[in-house]
């Protein structure tokens, strides 16, 4: 026979609702975002940026949020990294 029992298909759907309810109730904190430039945050003390990541990143930036034109027509130039003294 293939039949299950009441208590066995009970057990087995509180199992699968339990699952359910425990991946869909955890929610990620909401923080805010920054309205400004001097509401964003800095680095976290002691947090050294090596010139390479640094340029990286601007690099990164820059190609996200730079006219989509530039980069086809190929007038996009990558930005000159400068030390700060």
Known sequence: MNTMNTKHKLNIF???????????????QQVPLPKTAAEVPGPAAGTALTPAYAEMMGRMAS????AEQAI???SWMPPQAVKVK
């Open 14 to 28: 509180t199992a699968a609702l339990a699952c359910v309810l425990a991946c869909t109730t955890a929610q990620a």
């Open 63 to 66: 190609r996200a949020y730079w």
């Open 72 to 74: 086809l027509d190929g």
